[in-house]
């Protein structure tokens, strides 16, 4: 579900199990029965727009506001604007939120960012003074999300579309990956950076890395964080 909605979908406990609830058009319930061989489709009621805004709350992070374009900006806060698009990070998962924990104590320096999504990562450095900021994606609609929210923030951010996983990684006084474990220890060995912001999988996940000094690790609602320093 979260490759087929990126922008988010619902949760709904129910007494046997968990719905699974995607806000979608014709093209997303091909991809839903393509995906999963079935799925169930009902007309969104004509509250939809108030349904999807509610779904999608701000987030205060330290001096930080992540919210989405309708939502009042409050002005003791640096506001960052998420458009809910077609890529992940609207700042609302825990593994965002805790990678922008880590990024608040770090002094400003050049970033890359690996699987940038709506670019959210790479606004927050900006905003903090980080450049140049660099964000990769091997999708090209988080690409285009991150280009578009970079514009919207009035921040310099070059959004690129890259695989992290085959492509040769530029040097960078810190790379951010919040991506799945797997990916991360693959990535590890051929980065150049010297400190590393990583998440994307879960507590009893996380450990050592190749090339790497383990710093600090965060945890929130089964998600995990963690800082490394290059070992030299
Ligand atoms: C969990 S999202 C993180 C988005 C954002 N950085 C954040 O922290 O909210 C992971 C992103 O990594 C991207 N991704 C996954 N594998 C990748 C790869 N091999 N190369 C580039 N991007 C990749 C996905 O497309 C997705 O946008």
């Known amino acids: 579900m979260l490759e087929l909605f990126p922008e988010g979908f619902e949760e709904l406990d129910s007494s046997d199990g968990v719905e699974l609830v995607a ?7 091909e991809r839903l029965w393509h995906v999963f061989g079935g799925a169930r489709a009902e007309d969104v009621a004509a509250d939809w727009r108030e349904r999807w805004q509610a779904f999608h709350q701000p ?8 919210g989405p374009p309708w939502a009042d900006r409050p002005a003791d806060a640096t506001p960052i604007v998420i458009e809910p698009a077609r890529a992940f990070g609207t700042g609302a998962h825990p593994t965002t939120q805790l990678c922008i924990e880590l990024l608040l104590d770090l002094e400003p320096g050049s970033v890359v960012d690996l699987g940038c999504g709506s670019g959210v990562l790479s606004i927050v450095a900006a905003k903090l003074g980080f450049a140049p900021v660099l964000a990769l994606d091997s999708d090209e609609h988080a690409v285009e999300a991150a280009r578009t929210n ?8 070059e959004a690129r ?6 492509s040769r990684l530029s040097a960078a006084d810190l790379a951010l990956a919040n991506i799945t474990r797997p990916a991360l220890e693959e990535l590890a060995p051929r980065l150049r ?8 999988y879960l507590p009893t996940d ?3 890395l190749e090339g790497f000094r383990h710093r600090r690790h965060l945890t929130r609602d089964g998600w995990a964080a963690d800082l490394y320093e290059a070992a030299q």
């Open 193 to 200: 950076s010297r400190r590393l912001i990583s998440s994307g």
């Open 161 to 166: 579309v890259a695989d992290v996983l085959t």
């Open 206 to 208: 996380a450990g050592g």
């Open 23 to 29: 806000y979608t058009d014709s093209g997303g319930e």
């Open 59 to 66: 987030v205060r992070i330290g001096p930080l506001w992540i």
């Open 150 to 157: 970079a514009a919207a923030n009035g921040v310099a951010v």
